[in-house]
Every structure is written in C-alpha cells, then in structure tokens.
C-alpha cells in the first residue's frame, strides 16, 4: 500500500485525485468506482524499461491488493485502449458498462482548473478497506461501506 501511495505522489497534476473526488460526490456508495478513478492515471505513471505506459499492466499490477474490479475498471477506462469496447466485460453486464462510463467522464471531467479535490492521504483508508474486501476469502472484491452498504447501492446506510 505504501508503495501505491508513493507512486500516486507522481501525479503532479492530481489528475487522480480530481476523478476520484468526482466520483466520491456522484457516486458515493461505490467506493471501488472511486479507487477506480484515483488510480486510473497508475498507467502513465508506471513506465516500464523501455518507457512505455500499458494500461494493462496497470491494471494487473493493483489486481492483487485491490481487486478483480477496480483492475478491469483501469484497464478498461484507458482513453487509447483498443477498440474492443467489450473486452473484459461479462455478457449482459449494462451495470459494469455504466461503471465505465462514468468513469470516464469524471476522468474528462477533472481536468477543469480549480477542482479542491483534497490530499492524497484522504483516501488511504479507502484504499485499505478496499484492499481488504479484496483480500477477503472468497470475496469477489465487493468492497462494503464501513456501515455495511454495499457498492453501487443507491439507497441510505443501514444503520443496524
């Protein structure tokens, strides 16, 4: 996690942290979403040997710590990805489609000067808590709300 954290500290331009604020008031409950669109610059800022930026392996380097979703929402979010629109997508999946979508339009969105979008160590305990939905036995990455909404959930906390 902390070298996550280090590495997100590259982006100058907080680029991340604008879509991820974006994210967090549009789409509160889904807090995958939101570590999807923190994280969705991870490409540019992880150059390989021969300095390309891959999406992909973007993607598959946080698969691990957070989760099958919030990987294919960065893999699959790429403004230059292939046109394969449906790559990685279940069939009959509309909500993951959406997922994507919106994605990227609070990543086209962030770029507007002037967006407070906070301190990257805001969202380390986000960061954890989907960490540990991901890591979770048999959890498929359904990372919960720390009072027991489940992601994407439009309705209030549960407060039993």
């Given at each position: 996690?902390?070298?996550?954290?280090?590495?997100?500290?590259?982006?100058?331009?907080?680029?991340?942290?604008?879509?991820?604020?974006?994210l967090?008031?549009?789409?509160?409950?889904?807090?995958?979403?939101?570590?999807?669109?923190?994280?969705?610059?991870?490409?540019?800022l992880?150059?390989?040997?021969?300095?390309?930026?891959?999406?992909?392996?973007?993607?598959?380097?946080?698969?691990?710590?957070?989760?099958?979703?919030?990987?294919?929402?960065?893999?699959?979010?790429a403004?230059?990805r292939?046109?394969?629109?449906?790559?990685?997508?279940?069939?009959?999946?509309?909500?993951?489609?959406?997922?994507v979508?919106?994605?990227?339009?609070?990543?086209?969105?962030?770029?507007?000067?002037?967006?407070?979008?906070?301190?990257?160590?805001?969202?380390?305990?986000?960061?954890?808590?989907?960490?540990?939905?991901?890591?979770?036995?048999?959890s498929?990455?359904?990372?919960?709300?720390?009072?027991?909404?489940?992601?994407?959930?439009?309705g209030?906390?549960?407060?039993?």
């Amino acid at each position: 996690m902390l070298e996550l954290l280090e590495l997100l500290r590259a982006d100058l331009d907080d680029r991340g942290l604008r879509t991820a604020a974006l994210l967090r008031r549009s789409h509160p409950f889904d807090k995958e979403l939101q570590i999807a669109g923190l994280l969705h610059c991870l490409g540019s800022l992880l150059r390989l040997s021969d300095g390309a930026v891959t999406v992909g392996v973007a993607a598959e380097s946080i698969r691990p710590l957070l989760g099958e979703r919030v990987a294919r929402l960065v893999r699959l979010q790429a403004p230059h990805r292939p046109t394969d629109a449906h790559a990685g997508r279940r069939d009959g999946d509309d909500a993951e489609a959406e997922a994507v979508a919106t994605l990227c339009q609070a990543r086209d969105s962030a770029a507007a000067a002037g967006l407070d979008a906070g301190v990257l160590e805001d969202w380390r305990p986000l960061l954890e808590l989907v960490a540990a939905g991901a890591c979770r036995a048999g959890s498929p990455g359904n990372a919960r709300d720390p009072l027991g909404s489940p992601r994407g959930s439009s309705g209030p906390y549960r407060t039993s």
